[in-house]
């Protein structure tokens, strides 16, 4: 998850600033206002929190003042590396995010996580901020401690215009985090069916899996997200991809209880029987309780005579009465 990533800006008290600027022989003083609390700032003179501050509000007078006195480094940072730009872009302030890439600020430049202004542009879906950008040469290949780039943070945060933008100026569709999540699992997590939609349409894989063996479906099924299930199962998506401690995609449905999903799901003949980790989705579906669940199950074929690796029928996990029918009677069916 890319969640490290984004400005915390905590709310503190409000202190009162008093700047002297000094130009030529003519000195302007400015008295303002400002929240002294963004993103653990820690400048050595107040310009540079008063610049933050113009940037973080949009103030373009403030912050032309600012950097035209010749006093506040256009690239000077706080103690996490973070640059106005940065704010700038991360609030959307496209005027502010001008002046300062006129004023020759350092567009790629990476904060101590690694995060650039174009990855808070993205996190955060400006797309204009994000074209602007672009024009002044940045870059789609910084990465944040993470693996997090400008691309997968767009797809986590479910921006399918600037995914859009972020893959016409070349961001790799491939990029994934360290633990191996890519573009198309973050927006599958995130059940953004119009940015999954673009980026099965631009190459993605949709059976890539994370390190952990979690396959974009399988997530998708876990969050329930059924459109989403749907839209993947049809472009190809394995249908029994089991993550690393066995389960399924129909599996963690069954235990969620998200019978729209597990009713896509059957429209592709998952596994019914035991899966690798000694148990199967009817047993899952009686130990969470849930009816339909269990009627969607048996009416797919699952056996409500199959025991588990602990040697259990599914029957003998409840005392659910109307369960308990559904299987007896299931049961007697499959005798006659």
């Not at 700038?88 to 101590?112: F, K, M, P």
């Not at 029994?240 to 592709?268: H, M, P, Q, S």
Request: net charge positive; with cysteine.
């Amino acid at each position: 998850m890319l969640g490290s990533d984004v400005l915390h800006l905590p709310r503190s008290h409000t202190v009162a600033l008093f700047l002297g600027l000094r130009k030529s022989s003519k000195d302007y003083y400015i008295t303002t206002l400002f929240n002294n609390g963004l993103c653990s700032l820690n400048f050595k003179t107040p310009l540079a929190n008063a610049a933050f501050w113009a940037a973080r509000k949009g103030n373009l007078a403030l912050l032309q003042l600012l950097l035209n006195s010749g006093r506040v480094d256009v690239d000077c940072k706080d103690s996490l590396g973070t640059t106005a730009l940065m704010v700038a872009s991360y609030y959307g302030h496209i005027d502010c995010v001008r002046e300062l890439v006129l004023q020759g600020a350092d567009i790629n430049l990476q904060r101590e996580s690694g995060a650039t202004s174009l990855f808070f542009a993205a996190q955060q879906g400006h797309n204009d901020v994000v074209k602007f950008l672009f024009e002044f040469g940045a870059s789609t290949e910084f990465k944040n401690k993470d693996g997090g780039t400008a691309l997968l943070a767009a797809c986590q945060y479910g921006h399918a215009k600037v995914v859009e933008t972020l893959l016409k100026h070349g961001a790799n569709i491939h990029d994934q985090l360290y633990d191996g999540a890519s573009a198309i699992f973050l927006a599958a997590q995130g059940g953004y069916l119009d940015v999954i939609r673009l980026l099965l349409s631009s190459g993605a894989k949709v059976n890539q899996p994370r390190q952990d063996g979690t396959a974009p479906l399988w997530i998708a099924s876990q969050m329930g997200h059924s459109e989403v299930v749907r839209v993947m199962l049809l472009r190809g998506a394995e249908r029994d991809a089991a993550r690393d401690d066995g389960t399924t995609a129909l599996l963690k449905a069954a235990i969620k209880g998200y019978n729209n999903v597990i009713e896509e799901l059957l429209k592709f003949s998952p596994t019914l029987g035991l899966l690798k980790n000694g148990t199967s989705a009817l047993h899952a579906a009686v130990l969470s309780g849930n009816v339909r669940t269990v009627a969607l199950l048996l009416e797919a074929g699952a056996d409500p005579c199959l025991r588990n690796k602990a040697n259990e029928l599914p029957a003998e996990l409840t005392k659910n009465e109307r369960i308990l029918r559904l299987l007896r009677m299931k049961e007697k069916q499959r005798k006659s």
